[in-house]
């Protein structure tokens, strides 16, 4: 019987052990810790409401909260599937910093301008829309911005959905189920090389 090749099952074995080491990672590490962070999230609405935050903290989403806006400064539309567009307003608080945003409400109108002045806010913690791509995330860690969806819109826009815990994704058990996969297919490719490179 003709020895396997030394250096491609070593590369092939280091590879599948660390495709197995990744999907073990997802499913003793990462989903324990996120099946328990969405359990948290899932009794903050019940909680009192709480300052709009000005630095990110995941652990506030769906907290109740409120704010002034002393002066929208800009404002942008983004899809919001069935609803058309959200409309969202970046406003001045009078503390040093970016301000903070707020989702007014929906429009079916690409082009709708919002008249808003300002005012106090309440609302429901939840994340602004992130611009960065995908593949982008995986090496950027920065915190997503944190978004006041308000209870009332003003005259002209319909009421926002309120945000829950369906717009968290836990993808982590088919991230390990993906990992042990590859693992797999990658042995199995391997086994039928070395076949084949026997039978010549």
């Given at each position: 019987m003709k020895r396997l090749p030394l250096i491609p099952t070593i590369v092939v074995a280091l590879a599948v052990a660390a495709m197995i080491g990744l999907g073990l990672w997802q499913l003793l590490d990462r989903l324990p810790k996120k099946e328990a962070y969405l359990a948290q999230l899932a009794t903050n609405p019940a909680k009192p409401p709480v300052a709009f935050p000005r630095l990110p903290d995941d652990r506030?989403?769906?907290?109740?909260?409120?704010?002034?806006?002393?002066?929208?400064?800009?404002?942008?539309?983004?899809?919001?599937?069935?609803?058309?567009?959200?409309?969202?307003?970046?406003?001045?608080?009078?503390?040093?910093?970016?301000?903070?945003?707020?989702?007014l409400g929906t429009t079916r109108d690409p082009r709708y301008r919002s008249t808003w002045r300002g005012g106090a806010v309440r609302g429901t913690i939840s994340h602004a829309p992130d611009a960065r791509p995908l593949l982008a995330t995986l090496f950027d860690h920065r915190p997503q911005t944190m978004l006041l969806v308000a209870d009332t819109p003003p005259p002209g826009l319909a009421p926002n959905a309120r945000p829950d815990l369906s717009s968290v994704p836990n993808n982590h058990l088919s991230y390990a189920v993906q990992w042990f996969f590859f693992a797999a297919i990658a042995a199995v490719i391997y086994g039928i090389a070395v076949s084949r490179r026997r039978s010549r």
């Open positions: 506030l989403l769906f907290r109740r909260s409120s704010a002034m806006c002393l002066e929208p400064v800009s404002q942008r539309l983004f899809g919001a599937g069935a609803a058309g567009y959200r409309v969202i307003a970046t406003c001045r608080d009078g503390v040093e910093g970016p301000g903070f945003q707020v989702q």
